[in-house]
């Protein structure tokens, strides 16, 4: 047994199967991980390490032949997939990705963050159309949450939408007064609205991603 990798996931002795990936989603689940992990570097390198640690965990039974048992509950495999979704998000291997968040949907439809990451994985390939219904969605889905506005004012601000964003601009400040350089791209956008000749600012997704 990788007692590090018990460690990691607040673990000891030689725990089964079920205990294991009880701790695992118990931790991926936690309310620091309930947003875009990998927008914030510290979160993705602390939910990678648990997601590493939990198939690690698993490899290294299935390879002394512990049955690998499958989650009864329907919410459960659609958190595993969803999580696996993430962590493929952090490895930027979107197309990966994008097939979890899939099946995640499928398995448990209307959940919040996988409707949300389906319509940031949308709009990185630039299908506006699909991603702003998956994005409108999760602001209903997530009302005290920013991050929807912030990505479907990203679509609208692709597809030509300027007034469409500023307003959804104007919603994910009001979420979130300590976002920052909100209001330059509100007054750009505006501009744009207006047919002023204000030069369209990167996409907050295309700045993250190239940080990484």
């Known amino acids: 047994m990788d007692r590090e990798a018990l460690m990691i996931l607040g673990l000891s ?3 089964g199967v079920g205990e294991i990936r009880k701790a695992y989603l118990n931790r991926t689940t936690q309310p620091r991980f309930q947003c875009v992990v990998f927008e914030d570097p510290e979160l993705s390198r602390d939910f990678s390490r648990l997601h590493e640690a939990y198939f690690s965990l698993l490899r290294r039974m299935s390879e002394s032949g512990v049955e690998m048992t499958a989650p009864s509950s329907p919410r459960d495999i659609g958190q595993l997939l969803f999580n696996q979704g993430v962590y493929f998000m952090i490895q930027q291997n979107f197309l990966r990705a994008g097939e979890k968040f899939q099946e ?3 398995i448990q439809p209307r959940t919040p963050l996988v409707k949300l990451h389906l319509g940031i994985l949308l709009l990185k390939r630039r299908n506006l159309y699909a991603a702003e219904k998956y994005l409108q969605e999760a602001t209903q889905l997530l009302p005290k949450n920013d991050a929807p506005w912030r990505y479907l004012a990203e679509t609208y601000e692709h597809a030509g939408k300027f007034k ?5 601009l104007r919603k994910a400040l009001e979420l979130n007064p300590s976002l920052q350089g909100i ?3 509100i007054k750009a956008l505006a501009a744009a609205a207006r047919g002023g000749s204000a030069t ?3 996409s907050l997704l295309d700045r993250l991603l190239r940080r990484r």
């Open 164 to 168: 469409a964003a500023e307003t959804a």
């Open 104 to 106: 995640a949907d499928r």
């Open 200 to 202: 369209r600012s990167r």
């Open 183 to 185: 209001a330059a791209r």
């Open 13 to 15: 002795g030689d725990p």
